[in-house]
């Protein structure tokens, strides 16, 4: 068993740091009755919140229910076990059933089509105890924030983080160095997940476990995209730029709106304006990209947009914070959901060469069909993000899945040819080579290329 699990803490006492949403959630359950508000526990995760909510159910001889995303909180599931009675002792001899939600801030499109509004109604008429979890409390419906009550979690520090590591050190027999355990608990940055598997991946096989052991086992230090977009507006070096960008799991059209999003941070709209026409030149090496299946030219789109958005922004730095494209926030989900189906629709309609309303009135559930039984295919096929694989095979966890998984695939695809690759390239990649802007000539490798798939 890994340690993260073997480790994981059983009760309250148990739980290192944030004794403040401890004992909050002690007090609710100690009182709880139906007319408590449900509980939404958040912060980033790795900092105990999944564990604080099992070691309060375990302290209070609570059952605990998690449905979790990809069990797909459909209404009727929800209801039947949130509207079940208290009354009736399960064969454990619990006498309530904690529910659990995970993810609570990416709740569209479940509980059936009613989405965050059917849970919102369900949790409110509950009759047992629930508590919510999310990474992103601003990410909360208005209506799903009005109904519960917050329970904040904060990054541990590290200092609390060293002590639990000499706990399991000394539980697992091993002498360790204090100078890696300090090591450990500051470069987890404040993420005791993350720091219990870095002191698993460093100590396997010794006895005694010392700062030199731990450069092979590093937590996961890849770049986030907010340390992307802030170092573009900061002006880092070309080279980290680049770096990180392969480094983040986003693809560059992703990128591209993050940096687009903070755009207003630069300083005057001279500025902003040669911002712009990076992105937009970038966005023609994007779509050039999907139309030749050729990912080599991602990293053309990577460099102009970050170096350009850098150049422009002249180290002037974000002042605020980093947020989603704002436009992603904008969309609410109804919005969101009819754009979302008129840009599907106007891109199957442009790959297979059947009028919009045609594909709309006749062959959108055919097609959803097909999808269904191989999404990862046209995913690729279609260049659908998860919002339109989500619309079409109704299923947001397996969509935002599968899309990312195809993202990694395409990204390591990426990475290899790169590697591979020559300057004095030959074949498709002298095409490719050809001056930007120059699309033409590549009628063959432009077909849609859903097209000879699907009919
Ligand atoms: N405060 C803590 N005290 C003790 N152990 C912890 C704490 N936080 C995390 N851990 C360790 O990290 C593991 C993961 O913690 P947990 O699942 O509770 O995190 P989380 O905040 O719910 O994260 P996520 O948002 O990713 O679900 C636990 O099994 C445990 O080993």
Request: aromatic share 6%; net charge neutral; proline share 4%.
């Given at each position: 068993m890994d340690w993260v699990e073997k480790y994981r803490p059983q009760r309250l006492q148990d739980v290192v740091g944030n004794s403040g949403a401890v004992r909050q959630m002690y007090e609710w359950a100690r009182d709880w009755s139906r007319q408590k508000k449900p509980l939404v526990l958040y912060g980033k995760p790795g900092i105990g919140k999944t564990s604080s909510a099992h070691a309060l159910a375990n302290d209070m001889n609570w059952e605990v229910v998690e449905l979790n995303a990809s069990d797909q909180r459909t209404k009727s599931a929800l209801e039947r076990v949130a509207g079940a009675g208290s009354t009736t002792a399960s064969l454990s001899g619990a006498t309530r059933k904690l529910i659990l939600l995970d993810e609570a801030d990416n709740l569209h499109g479940q509980a059936d089509r009613g989405g965050a509004k059917a849970i919102v109604e369900i949790i409110a008429a509950a009759r047992q105890p629930i508590i919510l979890i999310a990474n992103d409390y601003y990410a909360l419906s208005r209506d799903l924030k009005a109904a519960t009550e917050p329970v904040q979690f904060r990054a541990l520090q590290a200092r609390s983080i060293v002590p639990r590591l000499r706990q399991i050190c000394a539980a697992e027999r091993m002498a360790c160095d204090p100078v890696a355990l300090d090591e450990i608990a500051n470069r987890a940055g404040g993420d005791m997940r993350a720091a219990v598997n870095m002191l698993y991946a460093a100590a396997i096989g010794k006895e005694h476990l010392t700062a030199e052991d731990l450069h092979t086992s590093a937590k996961d230090e890849r770049s986030t995209i907010f340390e992307l977009v802030g170092g573009a507006y900061k002006g880092l070096r070309d080279a980290d730029l680049l770096r990180m960008a392969v480094q983040v799991e986003d693809t560059p059209d992703a990128v591209e709106q993050w940096l687009e999003g903070s755009i207003d941070h630069m300083p005057d709209s001279a500025s902003r304006a040669k911002g712009y026409a990076c992105l937009s030149r970038a966005d023609e090496f994007i779509g050039r990209t999907y139309r030749r299946q050729y990912y080599t030219?991602?990293?053309?789109?990577?460099?102009?947009?970050?170096?350009?958005?850098?150049?422009?922004?002249?180290?002037?730095?974000?002042?605020?914070?980093?947020?989603?494209?704002?436009?992603?926030?904008?969309?609410?989900?109804?919005?969101?959901?009819?754009?979302?189906?008129?840009?599907?629709?106007?891109?199957?309609?442009?790959?297979?060469?059947?009028?919009?309303?045609?594909?709309?009135?006749?062959?959108?559930?055919?097609?959803?069909?097909?999808?269904?039984?191989?999404?990862?295919?046209?995913?690729?096929?279609?260049?659908?993000?998860?919002?339109?694989?989500?619309?079409?095979?109704?299923?947001?966890?397996?969509?935002?899945?599968?899309?990312?998984?195809?993202?990694?695939?395409?990204?390591?695809?990426?990475?290899?040819?790169?590697?591979?690759?020559?300057?004095s390239g030959k074949g498709r990649k002298t095409r490719d080579n050809d001056p930007p802007g120059d699309d033409s000539g590549d009628v063959q490798q432009d077909l849609p290329p859903g097209q000879a798939t699907l009919f």
């Amino acid at each position: 068993m890994d340690w993260v699990e073997k480790y994981r803490p059983q009760r309250l006492q148990d739980v290192v740091g944030n004794s403040g949403a401890v004992r909050q959630m002690y007090e609710w359950a100690r009182d709880w009755s139906r007319q408590k508000k449900p509980l939404v526990l958040y912060g980033k995760p790795g900092i105990g919140k999944t564990s604080s909510a099992h070691a309060l159910a375990n302290d209070m001889n609570w059952e605990v229910v998690e449905l979790n995303a990809s069990d797909q909180r459909t209404k009727s599931a929800l209801e039947r076990v949130a509207g079940a009675g208290s009354t009736t002792a399960s064969l454990s001899g619990a006498t309530r059933k904690l529910i659990l939600l995970d993810e609570a801030d990416n709740l569209h499109g479940q509980a059936d089509r009613g989405g965050a509004k059917a849970i919102v109604e369900i949790i409110a008429a509950a009759r047992q105890p629930i508590i919510l979890i999310a990474n992103d409390y601003y990410a909360l419906s208005r209506d799903l924030k009005a109904a519960t009550e917050p329970v904040q979690f904060r990054a541990l520090q590290a200092r609390s983080i060293v002590p639990r590591l000499r706990q399991i050190c000394a539980a697992e027999r091993m002498a360790c160095d204090p100078v890696a355990l300090d090591e450990i608990a500051n470069r987890a940055g404040g993420d005791m997940r993350a720091a219990v598997n870095m002191l698993y991946a460093a100590a396997i096989g010794k006895e005694h476990l010392t700062a030199e052991d731990l450069h092979t086992s590093a937590k996961d230090e890849r770049s986030t995209i907010f340390e992307l977009v802030g170092g573009a507006y900061k002006g880092l070096r070309d080279a980290d730029l680049l770096r990180m960008a392969v480094q983040v799991e986003d693809t560059p059209d992703a990128v591209e709106q993050w940096l687009e999003g903070s755009i207003d941070h630069m300083p005057d709209s001279a500025s902003r304006a040669k911002g712009y026409a990076c992105l937009s030149r970038a966005d023609e090496f994007i779509g050039r990209t999907y139309r030749r299946q050729y990912y080599t030219l991602w990293r053309y789109a990577s460099a102009i947009m970050l170096i350009g958005v850098a150049d422009a922004a002249g180290a002037h730095g974000v002042h605020g914070r980093i947020l989603p494209p704002a436009r992603w926030q904008k969309m609410g989900t109804s919005k969101k959901q009819k754009a979302v189906r008129g840009g599907l629709a106007r891109k199957l309609s442009g790959m297979t060469h059947i009028p919009e309303d045609a594909l709309r009135e006749d062959f959108f559930t055919a097609i959803s069909i097909i999808v269904e039984q191989d999404p990862a295919t046209y995913v690729r096929e279609f260049q659908l993000d998860a919002d339109e694989l989500a619309l079409l095979i109704h299923d947001r966890a397996m969509a935002t899945k599968v899309v990312k998984d195809v993202a990694k695939e395409e990204k390591a695809k990426e990475k290899k040819i790169s590697g591979k690759e020559k300057p004095s390239g030959k074949g498709r990649k002298t095409r490719d080579n050809d001056p930007p802007g120059d699309d033409s000539g590549d009628v063959q490798q432009d077909l849609p290329p859903g097209q000879a798939t699907l009919f």
